[in-house]
């Protein structure tokens, strides 16, 4: 089997292996995805995304796939980064990626950062979804000190509590037993969000299906529309993550949720698909 070019991104250090399916499908089960983002025995990344034809109307088709083989419907920061490649491939400044979540327009920015319209956060209980009828502005959860978190989806779910110190917070301990409460049926991304100001929040997630990460660009998104939903920010804040910042609006005009953010490329390499199991 010929050797499979890779480029290695990162979106503040949220970090993917960018694969291309666009010719023919590479066999990514999801044994195959948990050793390819395996940090000592693979190339190590938070998500696994790989490129496919995605017909008319959008310029590409990102598939999202987390290290223990689920699938994810939205990565805000993946989709920064594939939507920068394809500006590139294409020259244009302008395109649509096609997720599971839908399609989601891009613009890249002459210093290099890039807009993404993550569309409207669904805010419904079955939409995030939860188990049973709620309102997902305050769940009957706690978290050691934390309590009452709001959730929504962004075609992904998301629970956010709000803290008054993050630091106080370990989100790692916290983080598995949450992720997979029986309260969400699909799991969930669970952030811990300290407002600092109407327009400027600092988050920390603990993903779903991939644990502590340096940023989450959905969830980023999720925290700022429960804050502003909690009457804790504005419609516009800067979300400070342990890995930096993305700029998020829940533009009134249309209710979609613009995230803006900078990508990088590590490397790029080649690497014997035969080498990972089926
Ligand atoms: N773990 C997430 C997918 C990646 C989201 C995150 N990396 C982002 O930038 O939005 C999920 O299972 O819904």
């Given at each position: 089997?010929?050797?499979?070019?890779?480029?290695?991104?990162?979106?503040?250090?949220?970090?993917?292996?960018?694969?291309?399916?666009?010719?023919?499908?590479?066999?990514?089960?999801?044994?195959?995805?948990?050793?390819?983002?395996?940090?000592?025995?693979?190339?190590?990344?938070?998500?696994?995304?790989?490129?496919?034809?995605?017909?008319?109307?959008?310029?590409?088709?990102?598939r999202i796939r987390?290290?223990?083989?689920?699938?994810?419907?939205?990565?805000?920061?993946?989709?920064?980064?594939?939507?920068?490649?394809?500006?590139?491939?294409?020259?244009?400044?302008?395109?649509?990626?096609?997720?599971?979540?839908?399609?989601?327009?891009?613009?890249?920015?002459?210093?290099?950062?890039?807009?993404?319209?993550?569309?409207?956060?669904?805010?419904g209980w079955q939409?995030?979804?939860?188990?049973?009828?709620?309102?997902?502005?305050?769940?009957?959860?706690?978290?050691?000190?934390?309590?009452?978190?709001?959730?929504?989806?962004?075609?992904?779910?998301?629970?956010?509590?709000?803290?008054?110190?993050?630091?106080?917070?370990?989100?790692?301990?916290?983080?598995?037993?949450?992720?997979?409460?029986?309260?969400?049926?699909?799991?969930?991304?669970?952030?811990?969000?300290?407002?600092?100001?109407?327009?400027?929040?600092?988050?920390?997630?603990?993903?779903?299906?991939?644990?502590?990460?340096?940023?989450?660009?959905?969830?980023?998104?999720?925290?700022l529309v429960n804050?502003?939903?909690?009457?804790?920010?504005?419609?516009?804040?800067?979300?400070?993550?342990?890995?930096?910042?993305?700029?998020?609006?829940?533009?009134?005009?249309?209710?979609?949720?613009?995230?803006?953010?900078?990508?990088?490329?590590?490397?790029?390499?080649?690497?014997?698909?035969?080498?990972?199991?089926?």
């Amino acid at each position: 089997m010929p050797l499979l070019p890779f480029r290695k991104m990162h979106g503040l250090g949220n970090d993917f292996v960018v694969l291309d399916e666009r010719a023919a499908p590479l066999g990514l089960t999801p044994a195959r995805v948990a050793a390819l983002a395996d940090r000592r025995r693979g190339i190590g990344c938070d998500q696994l995304v790989s490129l496919e034809p995605a017909g008319a109307g959008a310029d590409v088709f990102l598939r999202i796939r987390n290290p223990d083989g689920s699938e994810a419907g939205a990565c805000g920061n993946a989709t920064r980064c594939v939507a920068a490649l394809i500006a590139a491939e294409t020259g244009r400044r302008r395109v649509v990626v096609r997720t599971l979540a839908g399609d989601l327009p891009a613009e890249v920015h002459p210093d290099g950062s890039v807009t993404v319209d993550m569309g409207p956060p669904r805010l419904g209980w079955q939409e995030v979804p939860l188990a049973e009828p709620m309102d997902t502005l305050r769940l009957p959860l706690a978290a050691g000190a934390a309590e009452g978190p709001a959730a929504c989806s962004m075609g992904n779910p998301h629970a956010t509590f709000f803290v008054p110190d993050l630091d106080a917070v370990p989100v790692a301990t916290l983080g598995p037993a949450l992720e997979r409460h029986p309260l969400f049926p699909e799991r969930a991304n669970i952030g811990f969000a300290q407002v600092l100001a109407p327009d400027r929040l600092r988050l920390v997630v603990w993903e779903r299906g991939a644990g502590m990460t340096l940023a989450c660009g959905s969830g980023a998104c999720a925290a700022l529309v429960n804050a502003h939903r909690r009457g804790l920010a504005g419609r516009r804040a800067t979300v400070v993550l342990p890995g930096g910042e993305l700029a998020i609006e829940w533009r009134a005009a249309d209710g979609h949720v613009l995230m803006t953010g900078p990508v990088a490329t590590a490397f790029t390499g080649q690497l014997d698909l035969a080498a990972y199991p089926a």
